[in-house]
Each structure stands twice: as C-alpha cells, then as structure tokens.
C-alpha cells in the first residue's frame, strides 16, 4: 500500500481505529454484512456437516427393509452395511461426493457471474430461493440422486451469493470485507454446531434441515432493509441500487479489459487456491477415516464434532483482520500441505490414538484457511485500482471454489484407496 495515498492512509486509519468510532451508518452495515456472510454461507457448511449422516442413511434405506425410523437421530443401530473387510469403518460413497455436488455449481455460477450485468436485488432474490428449495429438497430425500439436486441447489446459492456480496461491497466501507469473512466464519461455527447439537438432541438430520429454513429469509431482510451503501463508499446513497448500477454502466471494465485482469489477479489466487486444496483433502477426504471407537462418541457424532472444530478455527482467524494481517498467503499454503500430511498419516496407519491431537489439528486447520480467505481479499480490496475492484473481488473468489472442486475429486480416491488398506494398528481400535 503506498503511503502517499491519501485515501489509503485514511482507510489504514479507519480500519485500525476500531469500531467505536466509526459512523453509525457503517456499523449498520458491518452488522448487515456480517449477517450476509453467515446466511449465505450456512446452507454450504449444513450440507458438509450431513454428508456422512445422509449418505449413511440412504444406504440403509436401500439395503434395509423396512426403512429405518427417521425420527432416530443417528440411525446407527442400523448394521453397518458400509464396513469392508479390511475392518475399516467406509460409506459406500465418500463424502467427498457431496462436496463435488456442493461446489462444482458453485464453480460455474461464479465463473459467469462476474461477467453478467444484472441488478443485485434479482441476483439476492435468486440466491434466497436456492437456499430455502436445498432445505426442503434435501430434508424430504430418500435417495442419493434427489439428495444431490437438494445439495446443488445450496451450492449455486451460496455461489451466486458469494460473488455478488463480494462484489457488491465496493459500493461500502473497507471493513465490510472483515464482516462478510468473519460472518462466513460465523456461519461454519452455527451451521455445525447447530446441526452438531440438535441431532445430538434427538432430532433426525431432516428435521433438522427443515429447521433452517430460517436462514434464506434473514439473508433477504438484511440486503433489503438493512444495509445501504455507505458514504464512505463508491456510490452515494441517495442513488438506488438499479440506477446506480445503470450510471456505472459507462465506467464498466470491457470483456477482454475483465479477461487481462485474471492475469494479475493469480498472485492473490493461487496461493488462496492451494490453501484451499490441502484444506478439503483433509475435510472430505479423511475426516471420516478418522474414527476412534473407544472415543464414546459414534462415527457420526464425531464427523460432526470435526466440522464443527474445524468450523471454529475458521472463524477466529476469518476474525483477525483488526488485530493481524498477513501478506505471505504461500507461507500459509505450505503449513496447509504439513497439516495433510499428518492426517494422512493418521487415517492411514494410526499413529496418534488421542482424540483431543486430531481436534487440535483441525483447529488449525481451520486457522490456516480462515486467515487465507480473509486476508487476500483484504488485500485485494486495498491494492487493485477502484475501476477494477467489483470485478476483481468477485472473480477471486474462483480460487478457493476450484481449488475445493478439485479436492473433491481427488478425497474420492484417497477415500477409496485407504479403504481398501487393512488396518495396521488396531490396538486401539478394537
């Protein structure tokens, strides 16, 4: 950041005098895209969170007859038809298939977004409509096939939701970037813990999922009755939201202008993207390999306890903007691959049998992507030219989706592969 740039000094300022001084209007708005990044983000997180429970139960139901009771939360006094004979405890189908039907629309639907011109009242509309019809798709699935339309109808919500909010906060204040993140922290945290909880509770992962309905409606009272751009902004506020789109039309980047601009933007998304990688590798590759038996907890509740850590790691340091910011993105890239490793290490041959080791790791893990995301699109926000900003923080949020698609993919096959290895340490196990 150069610092003979008065509007960059005077944003340093700003960002570093805390909230209590900024203007009223600007907390309206932190507060609106805090909410923002936790409602668009929270049908994501929920469809992670049930994948084990989902796919366990609509492998039950094909093979069991009569179906199993919804109603019980775990449905794990059901026999286990996803063991193998290597003694490892496998679902038919890894989790990792879930993730692909969660972020593979999300992909598309962010690689075209930025390139349309549509107002972003319809784009929310749409976006509040995915949400709500992936609750209640999903919640009355009783097959795989319906349940991965449920689960793609969430990811195109929060897809279209993400590059629009992200977009949509050069008409704000600076800090709005450290709410929307820490709002998507937020959201990992209360979509697990909800989902954690309530199942925990009694209620069935359904149930559940019906309860989140919630969700959609706040996401569409915040952007239309409460936050407005900021004075502080790139648009006055006086301006409606249509019109000013219209007026910017003029200013608006050309498509070749868009398509040379990706090319500057890879330093800032490559290493988001790595990070990214090795993140969900881990998540939907060997977390449910992650089984400790002797835990008093089912295979079940710990996968969601896992999310939930890890959920919690992210939203500390998607948190930390005000207190820490950090520049060498590839440093964080590289402790991310150190943290695959050592979960590879563990699903495979077991050399850790402490619970609380492997919760202490996911933390991490979440610390590391947390501060990634948040970070870069600081830095984003605070060094591309103005012209150029909507676009830019709206296709950057390419990386971490494509990084995520191609992990799912590839913890399909270290799922499949590490399934088919016997157990070498069982000692604990048994």
Not at 274 to 280: G, H, K, N, P
Not at 328 to 335: D, E, H, P, V, Y
């Amino acid at each position: 950041m150069d610092s003979e740039d008065s509007e960059d000094e005077n944003i340093e300022f700003n960002l570093d005098s805390g909230l209590n001084e900024v203007v009223p209007e600007i907390k309206r708005n932190l507060v609106g895209f805090w909410l923002l990044g936790l409602f668009n983000n929270f049908a994501y997180v929920i469809m992670l969170s049930a994948a084990h429970d989902l796919l366990r139960e609509n492998a039950n139901q094909d093979e069991i007859e009569p179906q199993p009771e919804i109603g019980s939360a775990d449905n794990e006094t059901s026999p286990i038809l996803y063991s193998n004979n290597t003694g490892r405890d496998c679902n038919p189908v890894s989790t990792g298939a879930i993730l692909l039907a969660d972020i593979l629309p999300a992909i598309l639907i962010k690689s075209l977004a930025p390139f349309l011109h549509l107002p972003a009242s319809l784009k929310v509309s749409v976006v509040t409509i995915l949400a709500g019809a992936s609750f209640l798709i999903v919640s009355f699935s009783h097959s795989n096939l319906v349940t991965y339309t449920g689960v793609i109808c969430a990811s195109l919500s929060s897809g279209l939701g993400e590059v629009t909010f992200l977009s949509y906060s050069h008409q704000f204040h600076p800090m709005v970037i450290s709410a929307w993140s820490s709002g998507t922290g937020g959201a990992g945290v209360l979509g697990a813990g909800s989902f954690a909880l309530l199942t925990h509770l009694g209620l069935s992962p359904r149930t559940t999922l019906l309860l989140m309905l919630v969700v959609p409606v706040g996401m569409f009272l915040t952007f239309f009755f409460l936050i407005k751009p900021s004075s502080q902004g790139h648009a006055e506020d006086s301006v409606p939201l249509v019109l000013q789109e219209e007026t910017e039309l003029g200013s608006r980047m050309t498509f070749q202008e868009k398509l040379g601009s990706m090319r500057g933007l890879l330093r800032y998304m490559i290493p988001l993207g790595l990070v990214y990688f090795f993140e969900y590798l881990i998540n939907q590759g060997l977390f449910e390999l992650l089984y400790f038996p002797k835990s008093g907890l089912t295979h079940s509740q710990q996968y969601r306890w896992y999310q939930l850590d890890y959920q919690m790691g992210v939203l500390v340091s998607r948190s930390s903007l005000h207190w820490i910011k950090i520049e060498k993105i590839g440093l964080l890239a590289l402790l991310q691959f150190t943290n695959f490793i050592i979960f590879l290490l563990q699903s495979i041959y077991w050399v850790s049998s402490s619970l609380w080791i492997v919760f202490l790791l996911i933390f991490l893990e979440g610390l590391l992507g947390g501060a990634a995301y948040v970070n870069t699109f600081y830095r984003i926000s605070m060094e591309v030219e103005t012209r150029r900003k909507e676009f830019s923080l709206g296709i950057a949020s390419l990386a971490d989706s494509t990084a995520i698609g191609l992990a799912g993919f590839v913890s399909i096959y270290i799922h499949n592969l590490i399934c088919a290895l016997p157990i070498n340490n069982s000692s604990f196990l048994a």
